[in-house]
């Protein structure tokens, strides 16, 4: 794992603490790579990691929340799990490093508000009293300002999401990422082994397209040595509002989650169906859990609900 990466470093720069600094292929025409490979960029240990470490010393319980393909709807459903612990009296903090994406604040509707700081160092943005959260987009000057950064300047803002910002204390922080395994996921593993991580929840789509990518994510967990908690099957099935009939809207060519689980030997957490009512809730910055318009015994209220159960009982009876 990198220990750390120069500012002028070329994109996925493996760090100079590694054993492959001024070796591999990110470093070719790098100006750091000669230095690298006779080993005299290696540093000291990163400074920031004490720092870090008190930060995160109120935070219980720590979750990352992965995707192989983008759009099967992660950072929808971390925020509704971040809505269902809540409903439970769980204190939630999430942390949206899906830096050139950031969507988090738009679900959880505190799009447009700006990140203060203090002495402590920047506050969180809260949604209520047991819910805050931390994006980028808070830092930008508008919503619609591209995010143009290499892999050290994500690296670099990922550090500032866990060492600058005051978290106070939380029973869960869960950690949206962009989809994949890049430099973000990378930060992430290297912050989180310090301090500790619970594990990751990977959500996918039924069909094989998405499969394909949520199995390199499974083989990258456990490369780089993070617990898997379980999968989540987003957009499961649609149930008709009107007659309660189910389609199968994304077919399952290779049987779904459910099989590849079976196979690879990970945890079935649940299914969540698509469900017009979660799509508006998202859009318009709502908690489908006490939204008005929502039915409370609704299959994704309950699959929600039964999904955070498996989670704080992994969690907390570990």
Same mark, same amino acid.
């Given at each position: ?78 925020? *509704? ?137 499974? *083989? ?44 690879? *030997? ?26 008005? *318009? ?25």
């Amino acid at each position: 794992m990198a220990s750390d990466v120069p500012s002028n470093a070329a994109e996925h720069c493996p760090g100079t603490g590694s054993d492959q600094a001024g070796k591999s292929t990110p470093c070719k025409g790098c100006p750091n790579q000669r230095v690298c490979s006779t080993g005299g960029a290696k540093s000291a240990p990163d400074p920031d990691i004490e720092t870090i470490k008190e930060r995160m010393v109120g935070i219980r319980h720590k979750l990352v929340i992965l995707s192989g393909k983008g759009g099967v709807g992660k950072s929808t459903i971390t925020a *509704n799990l971040a809505y269902a612990l809540c409903e439970s009296g769980k204190r939630v903090s999430v942390i949206d490093v899906d830096i050139c994406g950031p969507s988090m604040p738009r679900i959880l509707g505190v799009e447009g508000e700006t990140v203060h700081q203090s002495a402590a160092g920047w506050s969180p943005v809260f949604i209520d009293e047991n819910l805050n959260t931390m994006s980028i987009s808070f830092l930008l000057p508008t919503d619609d300002e591209a995010v143009i950064f290499r892999g050290p300047r994500k690296n670099g803002l990922i550090k500032q999401f866990f060492r600058d910002v005051d978290w106070g204390e939380a029973d869960y922080m869960l950690i949206d990422t962009p989809p994949g395994t890049s430099d973000e996921h990378l930060s992430i593993v290297q912050y989180l082994g310090v301090v500790g991580c619970d594990g990751v929840i990977i959500v996918t789509t039924p069909q094989e397209l998405s499969l394909l990518d949520v199995r390199k994510e499974i *083989n990258f967990c456990r490369r780089v040595g993070l617990t898997i908690i379980g999968v989540i099957e987003n957009m499961k099935e649609f149930v008709c509002p009107s007659c309660h009939g189910i389609s199968d809207i994304f077919y399952g060519s290779t049987g779904g989650a459910q099989a590849m689980c079976a196979a690879m *030997n990970v945890p079935y957490l649940g299914g969540i169906c698509l469900d017009p009512r979660l799509g508006e809730a998202s859009d318009l910055g709502r908690n489908l859990l006490q939204d008005s *318009n929502s039915d409370s015994q609704s299959e994704t209220v309950k699959s929600f609900l039964n999904i955070r159960s498996k989670i704080t009982e992994f969690c907390e009876n570990d």
